[in-house]
């Protein structure tokens, strides 16, 4: 690695280029006509304009990574012997649908922009990567300024040395801030119409920046999310994100990807409309600066980081706002598996006031389950939530069921009865419910439809089969399901139920009658009137069998135990 570690930067040094090439670049936007019907900014040709006012080549050598190269991923959990390996204007593949590309922006309606990038320790080689795919991927007549927000990192020089970049305004904090008051101080002394968050280990794409823009344009109290594209953090390919997925997240507040309902992916016919997401996708959206300062920023008091988007995203859309997806927006990130820098409060009791606070001031009654699925979030202190109550309050925001109604429907809320509830799941195998037969007047022309699906006809038609597949990773109503204290285990109005004649397990209404009580005996789930228990040896099929001890076929768990809490 080394040598060609050295070469490479013998020739960025060649590359770099003085001060008086910065004025002059930067002079020459500023004078620009903003023309109209551009097409947006391709291709890296500027490349080497983009870093002129920075000796890279001194800059990425300077970084206190060097020292460290015995394990790569030990200061920043990236392989950053990779990262450093690779140009700052490297070319990545253009991840759009091919449709995105024959798409037109009338440049002069829309929004100026501002990029505001908090870091606490970033490596060099990706913080400058990331400055320079904006400032070569973005229409120069558009961008108004970058601001880079150094969060008290332990080497000033870190963020000083790109001060002299075009258009990069630094803003450090001598103490540490965290990602949510970083943010509000660098979007405060942003100048721009419309502000864009990102991390400090991103590149964005081809023409990423005019989709967010248009679509705010269209919709100025929208939060606009890129697709974010995947950066490897072992080997940094960039790989397009594959599935069409919406921001969501569970009952503990934690962020998940989730796919978009069966409803609404059959309406997205056009791959390169724009789709509406629960939350926002990861933490980087365009808001428009008036929509950002009505919706009171980001809550000063949350700490470090975490739940930020939760915030964001809820009071957005339970404020008169919206959270979208714009696909043709594509923006790539460095996904990793831990926090490489330190929570002065610790990294789980920080998470957890985080979530807290957004719970009490945006849940309502549900944030009961909020408590029932974190429960040491009650031992929590979260600070003085009064002021984000009141701007609740003043912007006169829609209730939590509003919310869970109208927007993140597929959330699902467990009932108040429950004892566990969620994913019924074996390993990757989950227990599903089919959807009930529609009673429509072409059944009676098939009359054995009703015997296929369930054995039995006329009266019963609400009843439905139960099988065991792979477990989905969204919250798809098949395969979600309560354990009630009465030991019903129920999905919506019907319960998990054995015929006292066979060992289907089928779903029927809910009667409450024997057939349909279950108990728990370790990770078993007993029948009781037939004293058999769940099991998926014939999956399949879902059965009720012999109960066994130490059986894998008869090991249930819930993807969420709820806990009683005596305080609420
Ligand atoms: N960050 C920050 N101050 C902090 C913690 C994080 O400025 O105290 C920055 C961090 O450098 C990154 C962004 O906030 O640019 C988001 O953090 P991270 O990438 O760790 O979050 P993730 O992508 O894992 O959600
Ligand atoms: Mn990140």
Known sequence: MRPRRALRLVALTAAATTLAAFVVLNASVHSGVRRQRKKVSSGVGGARNAFSGVDAAGYLSGGRTRDREHDPYAQHAFNVRVANSLQPDRPIPDTRHPRCRGLDFDEEELNTLSVVVTFHNEARSTLLRTLVSILNRTPQDLLEDIVLVDDASDDPSDGLLLAGLPKVRLVRNEQRQGLARSRVRGADSSKGEAIFFLDSHCEVNQGWATPLLDTLRQNPRSLVCPVIDVIDQDTFDYRASGSVLKGGFDWGLHFRWVPLTEEE?????????????????????????????????????????????????????????????????????????????????????????????????????????????????????????????????????????????????????????????????????????????????????RPHQGDKQAGHSGGEAASATVTVQECTSGEGAGQRWGLTQEGSVTQGERCLTVLTSGKRVLLYPCAAGPRQRWQRQGRRLQHIASGLCLDSTNAPDAQALPCRDALYSQQWDFSVELQALPTL
Request: with cysteine; hydrophobic share 35%.
């Open 265 to 445: 992916a059959a309406t997205r016919t056009d791959p390169t409309s724009v789709y509406r997401s629960p939350v926002v996708a990861g933490g980087l959206f365009l808001i428009a600066r008036e929509w950002w300062e009505d919706l009171g920023k980001y809550d000063p008091g949350l700490e470090v980081w975490g739940a930020e988007n939760l915030e964001m995203s809820l009071k957005a859309w339970q404020c008169g706002g919206s959270v979208e997806v714009a696909p043709c927006s594509r923006v790539g990130h460095v996904f990793r598996r831990r926090h490489p820098y330190t929570f002065p409060d610790g990294n789980a009791n920080t998470y957890l006031r985080n979530s807290r606070r957004v719970a009490e001031v945006w849940l309502d009654e549900f944030s009961h389950f909020f408590y029932e699925t974190r429960p040491s979030a009650l031992q929590q202190t979260y600070g003085d939530i009064s002021g984000r109550k009141a701007l609740r309050e003043r912007l006169g925001c829609q209730g939590f069921s509003w919310y869970l109604k109208n927007i993140y429907p597929d959330l699902g809320a467990p009932s108040k009865h429950d004892l566990a509830y969620g994913q019924l799941q074996q390993g990757n195998l989950c227990l599903q419910g089919a959807e009930p037969p529609k009673p429509h007047k072409k059944a009676q022309k």
